[in-house]
Nanobody
């Protein structure tokens, strides 16, 4: 199966920066979309940012201008650069991707284990 390993989370003060990384491994034929979600206590899971293998990006309104998603398709890795962090950004961040494992396979959804981001006021 495809496995996603996330890193880069931690504790940071308001206004600080973090960079999250997510590396996919295992049997992968093609990744079509990579995404970052987050979920804070008492809140719905929220799509933070997404990037296609062609480089198109999408951001939640709450993070526009502060977060930047990028990818290295050759390494099957996606990054989330988070600047000007606010306490409201505190959440567990999950890497997610759509991928096929074979040339003939259907597109399936894969998730990382999550990494905690805590922004102190």
């Amino acid at each position: 199966q495809v496995q996603l390993v996330e890193s880069g989370g931690g504790l940071v003060q308001t206004g600080g920066s973090l960079r999250l990384s997510c590396a996919a491994s295992g049997r992968i034929f093609r990744i079509s979309v990579m995404r970052w979600y987050r979920q804070a206590p008492g809140k719905q899971r929220e799509l933070v940012a997404a990037i296609t293998r062609g480089g198109s990006t999408n951001y939640a309104d709450s993070v526009k201008g502060r977060f930047s998603i990028s990818s290295d398709n050759a390494k099957n890795t996606v990054y989330l650069q988070m600047d000007s962090l606010e306490p409201e950004d505190t959440a567990v961040y999950y890497c997610n991707l759509d991928a096929t494992t074979t040339a003939w396979g259907t597109v399936r959804d894969y998730w990382g284990q999550g990494t905690q981001v805590t922004v102190s006021s």
